[in-house]
């Protein structure tokens, strides 16, 4: 006699649904309460750690997955100026992307995830400091205050500067702005980096959507004030 196991996909999915963040999976009596929930009409379970043993004890239960893929926290010190990973170093980024597939095709292994969390508590730093002032992220910001004022001369206006080339600007952190009396460096670095964070999510996204084409990716919180 011949078994084999199979199960039905869907992307079915009703405009509300009941998501639970976290759950001691890991305990003996994990399994036994996923079907508990499912009963109670929880929908889906978020686990920080989908291994392979979560998402079938999910589609057992008959509970969807939604996929949390890792966050973009970070603690920076009061004078730490460099974001360690730097959302503008390629490399990262491109590191992240292929780790990003890798976690999406062992999450659609029974059913595409309700939904794909880049994480939770976002931001550039769960600190209040100024980031980032990286090789990347300089490189960057000149490419970026090139698009926005055109030319050296409108912002040398602007920031009461005297520059003779884009390579020579250089991010500013707000202390230095004050004391020039001109905030107008650190707004700007400042707009640049909401662009660098929104960019990388947008990667993000991006690389789980070649795995699961329409996948719903997005962040489930942020850092109030600090992205």
């Known amino acids: 006699e011949a078994q084999t196991e199979f199960s039905v996909p869907t992307k079915d999915w009703s405009d509300f649904m009941l998501v639970s963040w976290e759950f001691p999976y890991q305990s003996y009596l994990g399994k036994s309460a996923y079907g508990i929930l499912a009963e109670a009409g929880v929908d889906a379970i978020m686990p920080t750690e989908a291994r392979k043993s979560v998402i079938r004890s999910l589609a057992e239960n008959n509970l969807q997955l939604a996929h949390y893929t890792g966050s973009y926290r970070f603690w920076a010190k009061p004078d730490e100026l460099v974001?360690?990973?730097?959302?503008?170093?390629?490399?990262?980024?491109?590191?992240?992307?292929?780790?990003?597939?890798?976690?999406?095709?062992?999450?659609?292994?029974?059913?595409?995830?309700?939904?794909?969390?880049?994480?939770?508590?976002c931001g550039l730093s769960r600190t209040d400091v100024n980031l980032c002032f990286s090789v990347h992220c300089r490189k960057d910001f000149q490419r970026y205050l090139q698009a926005v004022y055109g030319d050296i001369a409108r912002l040398n206006s602007e920031w009461d500067g005297d520059y003779r080339s884009w390579e020579e600007v250089a991010p500013m952190s707000l202390d230095d702005a004050r004391a020039r009396g001109n905030a107008a460096p650190w707004v700007d670095h400042r707009m640049h980096m909401d662009e660098v964070f929104a960019r990388a999510v947008a990667l993000d996204r991006a690389a789980i959507q070649e795995v699961d084409p329409g996948a719903r990716v997005g962040l489930d919180s942020q850092e109030v004030g600090h992205i």
């Open 83 to 121: 974001r360690t990973p730097c959302l503008s170093d390629p490399q990262y980024l491109k590191t992240r992307a292929a780790a990003v597939k890798r976690n999406a095709r062992q999450a659609i292994r029974y059913s595409p995830p309700v939904g794909y969390s880049v994480g939770n508590d």
